[in-house]
């Protein structure tokens, strides 16, 4: 009994065995590029080996998913850094073409310089996506009263909302003060890009309104606008990296479709989230609710 014993387990091990090792085998022959096309075979007579191998497809999946979206990420960084770059390399060849007044190199340098303000605000954003990325971008976490610093925020970009003739107006709807626990710069730059990107989707003369609240364990923050408003095909994608509605309008205020993606990052990174609601020709209200502290 002991010596039919020991082979039979000599027997089941071994064919077990193998099956590892054809399992290691196909993993290890995956190269980068195959990442999307192929997988594991899962066996159908061996369930442990089954789900080993159905969990390494699934890591796979996820790992194809990281792949495609760093190379679409890097796609798009470099075609958005190649237009400004084209635009100045351009003027400046043209302005060398021949002898120009005093005048002339002014204008050169002036538009220059915008392409230069549109490249830095481009790189800015990247590394501010690639600090989120890395868990870089909550520094510290303080308690913060939402409704200062929409105050805040809303003070820095009345200059821009006078220059478009817009109303903007913040308003605290809380009974208990609207405090969270999160980092300040990451919070402002949350509401800095919601509300500039309120007031430059709005036509003059119209009024935006930031409002807080709070109830419960929820701090709520509204931005709300009566623009051009969102079409609902559209809406799915806006915080895509890079996702542009109208490519024309958006650079022509600097906008390189990052804004969006970096409120949706830092928000989640503070346990939260961020919703849209919005109506063609209407008007849309960004919705931020955050863990209240
Ligand atoms: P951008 O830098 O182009 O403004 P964002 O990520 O901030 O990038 O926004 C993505 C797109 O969403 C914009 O190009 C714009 O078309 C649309 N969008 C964002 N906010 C609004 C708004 N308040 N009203 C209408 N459209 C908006």
């Not at 302005?95 to 490249?119: D, G, M």
């Not at 500039?196 to 709005?202: D, G, L, M, T, V």
């Amino acid at each position: 009994m002991l010596a039919a014993g020991a082979a039979a387990a000599w027997f089941l091990s071994k064919q077990w065995l193998r099956s590892v090792a054809t399992l290691e085998e196909a993993a290890r022959g995956l190269s980068t590029s195959e990442l999307g096309k192929r997988r594991l075979f899962v066996p159908s007579d061996d369930e442990e080996l089954a789900a080993l191998a159905a969990s390494f497809n699934h890591l796979l999946d996820r790992l194809e998913a990281a792949h495609t979206g760093q190379q679409r990420f890097t796609a798009d960084a470099s075609h958005e850094l190649r237009t400004p770059l084209t635009v100045l390399r351009g003027e400046i060849e043209v302005a060398l073409r021949k002898p120009r007044s005093a005048e002339e190199y002014r204008a050169v340098l002036v538009s220059n310089k915008e392409e230069i303000e549109r490249l830095s605000r481009l790189t800015e954003n990247m590394l501010a996506l690639a600090q989120v990325d890395v868990g870089d971008a909550i520094a510290q976490r303080e308690s913060l009263r939402v409704d200062d610093l929409c105050q805040s925020v809303a003070a820095k970009l009345h200059p821009l909302a006078v220059s478009q003739s817009i109303d903007l107006a913040v308003e605290d709807a809380s009974q208990e003060p609207p405090v969270i626990a999160g980092d300040r710069i990451a919070i402002e730059r949350v509401l800095h890009n919601l509300i500039e990107n309120a007031i430059r989707y709005s036509p003059s003369g119209e009024h935006v309104l930031v409002r807080t609240s709070r109830s419960g364990n929820e701090v709520r923050i509204e931005v709300i606008d009566h623009g051009s408003g969102i079409a609902p095909e559209h809406v799915p994608h806006l915080f895509e990296r890079f996702y542009r509605v109208d490519k024309a309008r958006s650079r022509a205020h600097g906008g390189s479709g990052l804004g969006l993606s970096i409120v949706q990052a830092l928000v989640e990174a503070h346990q939260g989230s961020v919703s849209v609601d919005s109506t063609v020709g209407r008007g849309s209200t960004f919705t931020v609710r955050l863990p209240a502290a």
